[in-house]
């Protein structure tokens, strides 16, 4: 069964440093998005992805922030300068035509 | 209360019993979803029911809806020690569009005890 993955599953990082996360959806689907949990709190939606552009983006996704889809399989957060309230869960999930989104496995971001 | 609140925040439960989670929302949704978390890991999809659709199965699971009340529940029967996770539930907003993002409640933590 095809399934979203994403590297690496964990990432331990200095404050200030840039982070890629990357995602590989599942292969026809043609939205994606990156959403986070930090610790302990709920699943915030950070941005919506669709036709090579951000269809929608919240208050979390400031210009530190980016996404970009450089080939036809991966789809990738960079953040530019890491703070140590950016550590969390970073999950990334595609969706075909249908509204089920389907999640990858995450991954576990630590700035220090 | 928040947009995809879940209650109980926790519940215990002993193998066999059945375990009851809610999920109440503010806002006019077209679909919601539950999602399963062990701990630490990914989002698993559990069941999707529409705003049109009052209830739905799909193996020991069952989900209801009420629109008027903005709420839904998730019923396990016969609950598994392996069920042990976080639930979630998450709405799709209506007329979203392409974004069709989700939005998440706190969750229940689910304890099955063998």
């Known amino acids: 069964e095809p399934e979203v993955t994403q590297t690496p599953s964990h990432q331990v990082t200095q404050m200030g440093q840039e982070v890629i996360l990357r995602c590989v959806p599942i292969?026809?689907?043609?939205?994606f998005y990156w959403y986070r949990q930090i610790l302990g709190q709920k699943v915030e939606f950070l941005v919506s992805f669709y036709n090579n552009e951000i269809s929608e983006k919240s208050e979390i996704f400031d210009d530190q922030f980016s996404v970009e889809r450089p080939d036809g399989s991966n789809f990738t957060l960079k953040i530019r300068s890491t703070k140590l309230e950016d550590s969390a869960m970073y999950f990334c999930a595609s969706r075909g035509t249908g509204e089920t989104q389907y999640f990858g496995p995450g991954t576990r971001l630590l700035v220090l | 209360s928040q947009q995809g609140e879940e209650d109980p925040q926790a519940l215990s439960i002993q193998e066999g019993e059945n375990a009851t989670m809610n999920c109440s929302y503010k806002?006019?949704?077209?679909?919601l979803q539950w999602y399963r978390q062990n701990s630490g890991r990914g989002l698993v999809h559990l069941i999707l029911?529409?705003?049109n659709e009052r209830e739905k199965h799909s193996g020991r699971l069952r989900v209801t809806l009420d629109t008027s009340k903005k709420s839904s529940s998730l019923l396990i029967t016969a609950s598994r020690a392996a069920d042990t996770a976080s639930y979630f539930c998450a709405t799709g907003r209506l007329n979203a569009g392409n974004n069709r993002k989700l939005i998440w409640g706190l969750g229940t933590s689910l304890a099955v005890n063998p």
């Open positions: 292969s026809n689907h043609l939205y």
């Open positions: 806002t006019s949704i077209n679909n």
């Open positions: 029911i529409r705003s």
